[in-house]
């Protein structure tokens, strides 16, 4: 069983920058066939995926309004992904959660921004920013 726990949210001022973190449980897992989806939710509204990673061929995906700002990486050492967000705006406020599922990286190109193919979730955590 794969569990996500993630980590590193806060509030911060317009411009700056916070680093995510969202670790697995199972370290000795293979999760090299793993699609990883960063989600954002606000009160009202759907999560919206942000951000997404191929964990076997290092692909990542972005949309279009984080492009250029957040960056997404692994550590396979300590089976950790990383979603480093910078030049921080007060739109990118929401709760992020991590979500993993085990894609193809055709699949995980064509679906990372979707909640539903993703069947495990972290906890979430919030980010705030502010003017």
């Known amino acids: 069983q794969v569990e996500l726990v993630e980590s590193g949210g806060g509030s911060v001022q317009v411009g700056g920058s916070l680093r995510l973190s969202c670790a697995a449980s199972n370290p000795s897992h293979d999760y090299s066939t793993y699609c990883i989806g960063w989600f954002r939710q606000t009160p009202g509204k759907e999560r919206e995926g942000v951000a997404g990673f191929h964990i076997g061929n290092g692909s990542a995906y972005y949309t279009d309004s984080v492009k250029g700002r957040f960056t997404v990486s692994a550590d396979s050492a300590t089976k950790t992904l990383f979603l480093q967000m910078n030049n921080l705006k007060t739109e990118d406020t929401g709760m992020y959660y991590c979500?993993?599922?085990?894609?193809?990286?055709?699949?995980?190109?064509?679906?990372?921004?979707?909640?539903?193919?993703?069947?495990?979730w972290g906890q979430g955590t919030q980010v705030t920013v502010s003017s």
């Open positions: 979500a993993a599922n085990s894609r193809t990286r055709h699949a995980c190109a064509n679906s990372w921004y979707r909640s539903g193919a993703f069947d495990r």
